[in-house]
C-alpha cells in the first residue's frame, strides 16, 4: 500500500461523541475530509441538527452516553440502520474548577459520569461489534492532565488519568481481537470549554512562558493526530497516549 494511502479513511465509518461544537466537530470535520462516513452524537438532537448544517454529509445519534442502557441501545441502531462503526472517538466530556476542599460532591459525580464512566459505556458497546468483525479503533481523548495537576481540578485531573489507565486496559484486553484503542491527549487549546482561561491575560502570559511553543494550541491541530489513530498508520498502535500539547508536558 503507497504511504499516504495508510492515512485514507475511505470506506470507514466514525461515530464521535460530543460532537456538536468544539473538539469533537472538529475532528468529524477532520475524518469526514480524510474520506470517512461521520455520524454526530451528542444529548440533544437539537445541537446536533446545527452542527450537521456545518457538516451536511454527516449523519446524526443522539443519546446520553451517561446512559448505559441509552448507549448500548444507541450504538446497536447505528450498527443495524447506519451501518458497522470502524471507528469510535470518545471525545464528551465536562470540567468543574473549585478548591479541593470546598469541591461539591454533586460535580465529583458528574465528572466521574461523564468523563470515566460515558467512556466504558460507549467503548464495550461499540468494542462488542468490532470484536466479532475482528477490527476497530477506538480513540478516547485524554488531557495533558491525564499526566499533570494544577490547582483547582484535582478531580478532573483524576478521571484524566483514569482515562489514560483505562484505554491501557482497553488494548490489553481488546488488541488480541483486532482492536486499537489509543488516547489523544490534548494540551491548552482555545476552545469554547477554556474560553475564560483564554481571555485571562495572566493566565494566556503563564502558558506562553510554559509552554515550549509559547501559544495556545488551535483545535484544527488535534486532526492529524485523530487521523493517524483511526487509519492504517496506527495497525501496531496499542495503549499509546499521543501528546498534542506544544511541548508543554516534558518541558520544566
Not at 440533544?44 to 449523519?59: F, I, K, T, V
Not at 486532526?223 to 516534558?250: E, K, R, W
Request: overall charge negative.
Amino acid at each position: 500500500m503507497p504511504s499516504l494511502d495508510l492515512f485514507s479513511l475511505s470506506g470507514r465509518r466514525a461515530l464521535i461523541t460530543g460532537a456538536s461544537r468544539g473538539i469533537g466537530l472538529t475532528l468529524a470535520r477532520g475524518l469526514s475530509e480524510a474520506g470517512a462516513e461521520v455520524i454526530l452524537n451528542g444529548r440533544h438532537r437539537s445541537a446536533l441538527e446545527a452542527a450537521q448544517g456545518d457538516l451536511p454529509q454527516a449523519r446524526i445519534a443522539a443519546f446520553d452516553v451517561t446512559d448505559q442502557a441509552a448507549v448500548i441501545e444507541g450504538i446497536d441502531a447505528i450498527e443495524r440502520e447506519m451501518g458497522p462503526i470502524d471507528i469510535l472517538i470518545n471525545n464528551a466530556g465536562i470540567q468543574r474548577r473549585a478548591p479541593l476542599e470546598d469541591f461539591a460532591r454533586a460535580d465529583w459525580d458528574a465528572l466521574i459520569e461523564t468523563n470515566v464512566s460515558a467512556v466504558f459505556f460507549t467503548a464495550q458497546a461499540a468494542a462488542r461489534h468490532m470484536i466479532r468483525r475482528g477490527a476497530g479503533k477506538i480513540i478516547n481523548i485524554c488531557s495533558v492532565q491525564s499526566e499533570l495537576a494544577r490547582p483547582n481540578i484535582a478531580p478532573y485531573t483524576a478521571t484524566k488519568g483514569a482515562v489514560r489507565n483505562l484505554t491501557r486496559g482497553m488494548a490489553t484486553d481488546w488488541a488480541k481481537h483486532g482492536l486499537q484503542v489509543n488516547g489523544l491527549a490534548p494540551g491548552y487549546f482555545a476552545t469554547e470549554m477554556n474560553a475564560a482561561l483564554v481571555a485571562d491575560a495572566e493566565f494566556t502570559g503563564w502558558l506562553q512562558r510554559r509552554t515550549p511553543a509559547a501559544r495556545w494550541g488551535q483545535v484544527e491541530e488535534l486532526v492529524g493526530a485523530a487521523v493517524f489513530l483511526a487509519s492504517d498508520a496506527s495497525s501496531f498502535v496499542n495503549g499509546h497516549m499521543l501528546m498534542v500539547d506544544g511541548g508543554i508536558s516534558i518541558s520544566l
